[in-house]
C-alpha cells in the first residue's frame, strides 16, 4: 500500500508541476501555434448583452456560443465584433486585441428594431416636470397649475394635480424647480405684474400650497433647500443667504453673509465663502467646520462675482458649477470646464461625474485620478453631436446615459462599451422635457403630437441586476 | 528519550521554544489568510494566479483522497467476511495456517475473497520471515478503559454490550469504567449497576473512581484513563498477567466496537513485528444516533471517518486519532496518557514516538468503531455542540509545539522522520484552518477586489472559468463521497430506506459551508487560542440520544 500510494503521490505531483505552469500560461493568454509551434500571446474579447442570447459575430465568422461568452485565444489585432438578436437592432463595434488582454463589453444593451409605447394618460400634453427621487411625473396639458396631472409612476395612476375649486388653478406657470429627492417644489408664475412663487408639498394625493412670495425682498438668484428638510429655504442673493422658515413664516436677513456658493449633500449644508474658503454645516446647521481647508486648488480659478453650486460627493471631492457654466473640481485639472455646463449629475457608486453643456456630454471619472495619481481627471467626452443637450439622466449601472437634444432623445453607452454607440431612440414634442426611471428603466416623455408615453428602454431583469449591483 | 510531554514545568529556554512553536500554526493560518486577502486587493492579478494553482493542487488532493478512499473502503468492505477467530487461532502453527490460506484461495470466486486471503497470506509470510514468532492467543488479554463524567446508562451500556456480544471470548476482557469522582450521583449509581449487571460477562469488571483535584492534573479525559491504567497495573500483577500481552482500548463512553473488533485487533497485534511498539488504529464511524440529528451533523462526522479512511492507507504518517489501542506495557513505560492535555488520544501516539525514539507507529486495523454525533436539543443547540466538539479535535493542534520541541531536542530520532511528521502535522493544522477559507470565499477575492487594470486583462476572465471547470471536476469527487457515504451506511447500520438515502444525498451538497462552518472555523479558532495562549480546558461534549423506551 505503502509503495502504492508513493507512486501515485509522485504521479499526481507530476500531473501538477505540468498542468499548473500550462493553465497559469493559457490564463495569461499564451497559445502554441498549431502552425508555427511557437509560443504567442493572445488576447480575449468578452461580451454580455441585455438581453442575453444574441448571436455573435467575429467578423463574419459566427461564434459557436452565444452571450454572455468569452472569445478567447484571439491574435492580436483588429475585429469587428456584431451581436444580433431577432427583433433587435444590431449592434457593432470594432475591438482592438492586444496580447495578455481582455476587451470587455458588459452588459450591451440591444435596442428593439420598435420599442412598443404605452401611454399612461391618455391627452394632449405641453410638457412634463419630473420630480427626480419622488414616485411622481407632472404633466401639464396647458401652462397654468390647474391643467397638470399627478402621475404616480409606482402604482400608474395619475390624478388631477388640484381641485378645480383651488384658488390657484388657473395660476400660470413660467418655470418649476425641484430638488432630487424632495417632496416638494417651488413654482414660479403668476400675471407680468404680480409674480408669485409658490411652495407645493406633496402629501399624500393632494399638494399643500403655499404663497411664499412675501419672504423675498427681490428676486433670488437662486431658491435652494435640503431635501430632507423642505421647512427650511434658502434665499441666494449676490453675496448673502436669507434663510426662510416656512412653518413659523420668519425670515432671517443675511442669515449667512459674505458667501457666494452653496450645495446640499448627506444632511449637510455646503458653502463657500467670499474669501473663496469652504464651510460645511451639519444637519442642525449651528456649526460650521471648515471643509478640504487645506485645499488651495482652484481659488485662483474662481471669479469673485459669480455664485457657485456646489456638489461634493464624498470628504475628498468637490464640484463647482459656476453660474456662468464653469465647471471646477479639487481635483486637476481643477478647471474641468471654462464655460457652457448646464447640467451635471454624480453617480456614486461608479464615482463619476456626468455634466453636459448645449453640444456634449462628458464623463469625468475621479477614482482613475485619484489611485493613478496622475495631474488630469480622467475626462472623457462620450456624445459630441449634440445640438440643444437639455437633460441627462444616468442609468443604474453607469452603464448608459439617457439625453434629451434638441427634442431627440439618445440613448449613450458609457466606458467600456466605446463612443460610437449613441442610439436614437424617439423625437419628442418640441420644447418638452423628458425623464428616465433608472429603477424602472422607463423613459417618460410626450411624442410630437403631445401624447404623453411611456418605453421601457432597459428590461427589467437588467434592473434588477443594477438594484443589486447598488446595494454592492 | 526522557521527555517531559507537557507545556508545564519547562526550563525558561523550554517555555520560548514551546511559546515560538505554539504561535507558529496560528500564525501560519492566518498569514494565508489575510495575506490572500491582502495579495487580492494590492496585486489581483497575481492573487488570481495563485488562486488557480491553488484550486487545481485541492482538486488533484481530492482525487488522490477520494482514490484511496475508494481503496480503503474496499478493503473495509472486503474485511467483512474474515473469519479473525480462525487466523487467530491459526496462529498456533503458522505453517499450517499459509497451507490453508492457500488452499482456499484457489477455491474462491469472488475477487474480494480473493484480495482479501492474499493480504492474509503476506501479512502471515512476513510474520514468518521476521522469526519473532506470535504469541500464544490464550496469552492475550483485553483492557477495555471506558472513562465516564457525566455520560447516562443510555449511552454507557451500549458499549459495554458490544464487547459483550463480540466474537472474542469475553473471558479474555477486562471492562473497566474510568468513573470521574466528580461525576453526579446518578451517573455513579447508574455505573455501579452496570457494574453489578455485567460482572459475570466479563474476566472482571472494575469502576475505578478518578479523584478530582489532584496536583498537577487538569479536568482531561486522559488524567482519569491514566488514573484508572495505574490502577489496573497491580491488578494485573496479582493475576499473573504479563503487560505485554494485554492490549488495551481507550474508548470513548459512547463507543460501540464492532463485533469482530477485539477479534481483528488481538490479530492484528500478533500478526504485527515489535507488536509493542505500535498503536492500533480501527475506522472510527459515528452511527450511534445518525437519524436523530440534522443533516450538516451527519456529513461532518461522516467526513472526519473518511479523512480517516484516507489516513489508514498511509501508515507511515498514520497518528492515532478518537478510540483505538495499544500494547498496556507500551502504556506503562511511557508514563501513561498526559494528564493535563486534551487531545490525550494523539498525544499518547507522541508521547510513545518520542519515548521510544521514533521507533514507535500506527497499524491500521479494518474494522469500525461507532460512536455518537454531538447533538442537542436544538439544531442550533447541536451545531453549537459540534462546533465545541471539532475546536476540542482542532485542538491536537497543542501537541504540535511539544513535538516540535522533543524533534529539536533528540538526536535519535531520525531526521526523515522529523521532517516527514513536522511538515505533516503543519500541513494538517494549517490545511485544516485555512483550506475551506481559500476555496468558498477568497478565491473570490481577486475578480470582486478587482481594479481596472486586473479587469482588462485575460486572466481576469480566464481564472474563473479554470476555477469553474476544476469546481466541476471536484463535483465528481462528492459524488464519490456520496456513493461510499451510502454504502458505509447501509453496511454499519440497518439498511438504509429509500428516504434516508435520499436525504442523506442532499446533506452533502451543503458540504462546502459546512465544513467552513465546523471544520475550518472551530480549528482556526482553537490555532488562535494557542496562539494567544489562551488554554482551552476539557469540556465532554453532549451525547445526545433519543431515548428508546
Known sequence: ?????????????????????????????YIIDPFTREVERTGLIHLSSLPPGATIYLEHSRFIRKTPATIDQLRPGSYRVTLTLPGYREWTQAVRVKPGKAAAFEKVLLLPQYFPVQTPIQGNFKQIYPLPGTDFILVAQDNYLGSIQLYNFKNERAAPFLDPVSPWYKFPVLSLSHQENSRSFMVYGGGLWERKYLWVTLKGDAPAIVDITRFFSKDPLLIEWDPLNTKELFAVYSNYIDRVDIASGLVYPRDIDAVKGVGFHNNRVYLMT??????????????????????????????????????????????????????????????????????MKFHERSRTLMYWTSSSVMLADIDETMTANINALAVKTIFGEGQDIKQCFWSGDAFHIVCNDNDRVYLIETEPQGSDHNEFITQIRKGSSIFFSNE???????????????????????????????GA | MLFNYSRNNLSRHDQRLERIFEIAPGALSWGIIIGMTILSVA???????????????????????????????????????????????????????????????????????????????????????????????????????????????????????????????????IVVIALEGRACEKVKQEVYALQRHYMATFMDFLVIEHPSDIEGESSVKGANATWAAKHVAPWLGQKGIAYKNVIVSCFDADTVAHRDYLACLTYYFMITPSRTRASYQPIPVYYNNLWEVPGF???????????????????????????????????????YWPVDMISDDSAIFWKSFIHYDGDYRVVPIYTTVSMDIAGGDTSLQTFINIYKQKRRWAWGVENLPIVMRAFLQSPAISLYKKIMFSIRLFDMFVSWATLSFLLVIITWFPVFFAGREFVTTTMYYMAPRIKDIIFSLSLMGLVVCMIISLGLLSTSTARLRLWQKVIHIFDWLAIPVVILALSSIPALDAQTRLMLGKYMEFKVTEKYRTRRD
Open chain 1, 440 to 470: 424602472a428603466g422607463d423613459l417618460y416623455f410626450l411624442d410630437e403630437q403631445g401624447g404623453f408615453q411611456k418605453i421601457q428602454l432597459i428590461p427589467k431583469e437588467s434592473v434588477v441586476d443594477q438594484l443589486l449591483n447598488k
Open chain 1, 274 to 343: 467670499a474669501d473663496n474658503r469652504f464651510l460645511r454645516y451639519g444637519r442642525d446647521k449651528t456649526k460650521a467646520e471648515p471643509f478640504l481647508e487645506s485645499s488651495h486648488f482652484a481659488r485662483p480659478l474662481l471669479d469673485t462675482n459669480i455664485f457657485y453650486h456646489i456638489t461634493a460627493p464624498d470628504d475628498d471631492s468637490l464640484f463647482l458649477q459656476g453660474e456662468d457654466g464653469s465647471l471646477l473640481a479639487n481635483h486637476p485639472p481643477y478647471q474641468i470646464m471654462e464655460k457652457g455646463v448646464i447640467g
Open chain 2, 43 to 173: 496585486n489581483p492579478l497575481l492573487a488570481a494566479a495563485m488562486m488557480v494553482a491553488f484550486v487545481l493542487y485541492w482538486v488533484l488532493r481530492l482525487i488522490y483522497m477520494n482514490l484511496f478512499l475508494g481503496i480503503s473502503y474496499s478493503r473495509l468492505s472486503m474485511e467483512k467476511e474474515t473469519d479473525w477467530l480462525e487466523l487467530i487461532e491459526g496462529m498456533r502453527d503458522i505453517d499450517a495456517l499459509s497451507c490453508r490460506l492457500k488452499a482456499r484461495a484457489k477455491s474462491t470466486s469472488t475477487p474480494a475473497a480473493r484480495i482479501s486471503l492474499a493480504i492474509r497470506r503476506y501479512q502471515i509470510d512476513a510474520v514468518k520471515k521476521t522469526g519473532e514468532g506470535t504469541p500464544d492467543p490464550s496469552d492475550i488479554y483485553h483492557l477495555v478503559i471506558l472513562p465516564v463524567a457525566r455520560e447516562p446508562r443510555d449511552v454507557i451500556e451500549p458499549a459495554i454490550q458490544s464487547l459483550a456480544e463480540g466474537i472474542y471470548p469475553t473471558t479474555k476482557v
Open chain 2, 297 to 335: 451533523a451527519r456529513v461532518i462526522d461522516i467526513g472526519a471517518s473518511f479523512f480517516q479512511l484516507v489516513e489508514s492507507t498511509n501508515p507511515e504518517k498514520l497518528v492515532t486519532f478518537s478510540s483505538h489501542s495499544m500494547s498496556f506495557k507500551a502504556l506503562v513505560e511511557v508514563g
Open chain 1, 1 to 29: 500500500m505503502l509503495i502504492l500510494r508513493r507512486i501515485i503521490f509522485y504521479l499526481f505531483l507530476l500531473i501538477y508541476l505540468i498542468l499548473c505552469p500550462a493553465l497559469l500560461l493559457y490564463a495569461s493568454g
